[in-house]
């Protein structure tokens, strides 16, 4: 008979869970499918904490291997996902066969994946198959003509779409994808990324919108002004800027508020980066 997985020790999706269970990213995924104003992947800080960097990247043979090292130290672990350093669907057939791979090795693991929603519309019964709980989308703006500032471009296989087209398409695949995963009985959260003077005005559009689709969880992020990307000289936001906006957009749907902003190679509980012997692991397993 099937086990039925206790979808409540996802600690990002449970705050009460924190201290008690842990997450691991796989670093699969290398290549993005846009180009959003605040992200640079080029920089490989081994002390940086920060979505985007990770000391290794993984084959997806070898990420089982490298997680069976990760349960062997730190067993804590209830969930396995892939955060980046890319999107995990820019090269989606590498994504499914890691997780489809994990499923079957881990049975009594959660499975998460965290994208920005371009790529994933033509999975969604795939993930349900693999069973894959948790789908993080990262939703920036409701508004194309909000989401042009944001995003520098948009690939559609072969064909990059700029500007209002290039936001458009996004949005439309975000909803699209959202309302999917929900109908599917899948827990989805958004992530917003706050950007001062692009789209702090806009949130409040953001989580209504949000709410309507049924989505679980929005965690408000403040952008890290990241060196050499469009969006280096704007400030980070403040933290009265990211409360004020949690609390009207918590009018609409609940607010995550412990997001420790991780590594794409990140280990352990949250708050923690890598746990010991961890990033000596992802290093040999990445060879
Ligand atoms: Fe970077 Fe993620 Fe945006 Fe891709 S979707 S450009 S990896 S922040
Ligand atoms: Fe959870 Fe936030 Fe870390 Fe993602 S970045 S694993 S949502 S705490």
């Known amino acids: 008979m099937k086990e039925t997985l206790d979808l409540s020790r996802h600690p990002c999706f449970n705050a ?3 201290g008690s269970y842990g997450r691991v990213h796989l670093p699969v995924a290398a290549r993005c499918n846009i ?14 904490s920060r979505p985007g960097v990770t000391s290794a990247l993984l084959s997806p043979t070898l990420a089982c291997r490298y997680l069976e090292r990760v349960l062997e130290r730190e067993p804590r672990i209830a969930v396995a996902g892939i955060a980046g350093p890319g999107d995990p669907f820019a090269e989606p057939g590498k994504t ?7 499923r079957e090795r881990f049975p009594r693991l959660l499975l998460c994946l965290s994208t920005n929603g371009l790529g994933i519309g033509d999975h969604l ?12 989308i990262t939703v920036n703006a409701v508004d194309p003509g909000v ?5 520098s471009w948009v690939r559609d296989g072969k064909v990059i779409y700029r500007g209002l087209k290039g936001a458009q398409l996004l949005l439309e695949r975000q909803l699209n994808a959202i309302e999917g ?6 827990t989805v959260k958004v992530n917003t990324i706050v950007v001062p ?10 989580a209504r919108r949000m709410g309507e689709l049924g989505v679980d969880v929005l ?3 403040p952008m890290h002004p990241n060196k050499d990307t469009p969006f280096e000289h704007i400030a980070e936001p403040g933290r009265e800027m990211i409360e004020e906006i949690r609390a009207t957009a918590g009018k609409y749907l609940p607010q995550m508020r412990h997001c420790a902003r991780c590594r794409a190679d990140a280990v352990g509980l949250l708050g923690e980066d890598r746990g010991e012997g961890a990033r000596e692991s992802l290093t040999e397993c990445a060879g």
């Open 219 to 221: 965690n408000c992020m």
């Open 147 to 151: 989401g042009m500032k944001i995003y």
């Open 96 to 102: 499914l066969q890691v997780m489809r791979s994990l």
């Open 197 to 206: 003077s692009i789209n702090d005005g806009h949130v409040e559009a953001v």
């Open 181 to 186: 995963l929900k109908r599917r009985g899948v």
């Open 125 to 136: 019964d795939g993930i349900v198959k693999i069973g894959i709980s948790h789908v993080t």
């Open 16 to 18: 009460a869970v924190k």
């Open 35 to 48: 180009r959003c104003n605040y992200c640079n992947r080029k920089y490989d800080c081994v002390d940086e």
